[in-house]
């Protein structure tokens, strides 16, 4: 309550009492049964649930300074906004997995009536980095190199449990793919004996208007991609560890793999590096004194070749025609996955998974759209930001919006600020903005 002294001339004595004459009336009619006393909406402790720890701290960070605590291998972030008080924490990507137990096929039970696949908490050997589900032996061993140095994702079920249990509802933000809505299942399932009410929140970019825009828009967990996330899976189990163990028999190396996606590709692979042998033909260069031509006789043959060179030596370039004309080159598409993938790998030089996760980074950071999308489309927000960025770059006259596809949730990968990364990493490090993922060189490239 704040309140300011003023000189009695300076305040509209009249006023007031209008003002005091019309809430008492007001009151009169409350309590006469003329008017319902509104009933406001009391605060809600909501458990915001996300994947990463980086989006956890990303997003508590848009609503103030939070207050941190540790427990059971998570950091929660409390915040408050409007009528909610936010416990934001972080699952660290799959809780669990297909168990390698001797149950039914490979993890999988197959009877008259369905399919039933068991699944146990994932484990990580923290010596040699190998992931698993089951134990080896009572001293809960890692069955690799046999540490017991292992992060169980069970301690941190039991943390977000013991969370579950100091607030009304649960929010899980985790991607918006079918693994994300897996995690959104698993943790729903996990911690449905300790809350009521449990609601799925999506949003493809980590900004305060998407994070307060999902909130409000919340939405049942998506069985159907849950399903197809399962199926996947078990068919991932099944040709995997058949195929691999057929594999290691026959060339009698227990390391080799095979799987149902790794498979085909290599194949694929093979087959199109062949192919590329094959067509593999010579191209001749002629240096002119004001022309630099190209040409291509599809020859193969590297003795016709250095024939048509001794006769092209003493050869003369005549020009008998020439005209101008003008091009118009329409842009490329906005990035999707496979487009951004290949573009970074031609140009910057990095692997898949390298490539990947700087995206995964610059997404929690909240720099950019999610970046595992198969779509062109952009956004209105988009096309926004594309506004602010060409207007101030080049002028307005030469902005021109398109949408690049119509309707659906998911959208192309493009940043979030109008911004390039010459601008961000001045503003980083001029402490005009604040990240919490550690920001490489390598970034700022991928960011472009």
């Known amino acids: 309550m704040s309140f300011e002294l003023k000189n009695l001339s300076e305040v509209d004595i009249e006023k007031i009492k209008r003002y005091i004459e019309e809430e008492r009336k007001f009151v009169e009619k409350i309590i006469s049964g003329k008017i319902k006393k509104e009933k406001k909406e009391l605060v809600r402790t909501v458990l915001f649930i996300v994947e990463s720890p980086n989006k956890a701290r990303t997003i508590a960070n848009f609503f103030g300074r939070p207050s941190i605590r540790t427990f059971g291998g998570i950091q929660a972030y409390e915040v408050s906004i409007g009528n909610r008080h936010l416990i934001i924490t972080a699952t660290k990507g799959h809780l669990i997995d297909l168990t390698t137990d001797n149950i039914g096929l490979y993890g999988v039970v197959v009877a008259e009536n369905g399919i039933y696949p068991y699944y146990n908490s994932i484990k990580r050997c923290l010596e040699c980095g190998y992931q698993f589900t089951e134990y080896q032996g009572p001293e809960r061993k890692c069955p690799i190199c046999g540490s017991t140095v292992v992060d169980d994702a069970w301690e941190r079920i039991e943390a977000l449990q013991k969370l579950a249990q100091e607030v009304d ?21 996990l911690l449905q004996p300790y809350t009521k009410k449990t609601y799925r929140a999506e949003f493809h970019e980590v900004t305060k208007y998407s994070i307060l825009h999902a909130l409000d828009n919340l939405r049942e967990i998506d ?48 087959q199109r590096f062949l192919e590329y042998k094959n067509s593999l033909s010579y191209f001749i260069g002629i ?32 020009i008998k025609n020439k005209k101008y004309f ?23 030089g990095l692997g898949v998974d390298m490539i990947m996760q700087l995206a995964q980074d610059l997404f929690e950071a909240g720099l950019i759209t999610y970046h595992r999308t198969d779509s062109v489309r952009v956004s209105p927000a988009g096309i926004q930001v594309a506004r602010e960025y060409i207007s101030e770059k080049f002028g307005e006259d030469y902005f021109k919006p398109r ?3 119509e309707g659906g949730a998911h959208e192309c990968i493009r940043p979030t600020k109008p911004i390039n990364s010459e601008t961000l990493r ?10 919490f993922v550690d920001i490489s060189p390598q970034h700022f490239a991928l960011y472009g």
């Open 169 to 189: 509802e649960i929010i899980i933000g985790t991607d918006p793919d079918s693994e994300g809505e897996f995690i959104a299942y698993a943790v729903y399932l």
């Open 223 to 270: 069985v159907n991609r849950v399903k197809a996330q399962m199926v996947r899976r078990i068919e991932d189990r099944w040709l995997g560890f058949s195929l691999s163990e057929k594999v290691q028999k026959i060339f009698k190396k227990n390391w080799l793999s095979a799987g149902r996606v790794q498979t085909p590709v290599l194949g694929w692979i093979v």
């Open 426 to 435: 001045n503003m980083i490090e001029s402490g005009e903005m604040e990240v």
């Open 326 to 348: 003008e091009e118009e080159l329409n842009p490329l598409p906005p990035y999707m996955t496979s487009t951004m993938l290949q573009d970074a790998s031609n140009y910057l």
């Open 403 to 405: 949408v690049w596809g």
């Open 287 to 318: 240096k002119a004194r004001k022309i630099n031509l190209v040409l291509d006789l599809d020859i193969k043959d590297k003795t016709k070749l250095n024939e048509i060179i001794r006769v092209l030596q003493n050869a003369k370039v005549v």
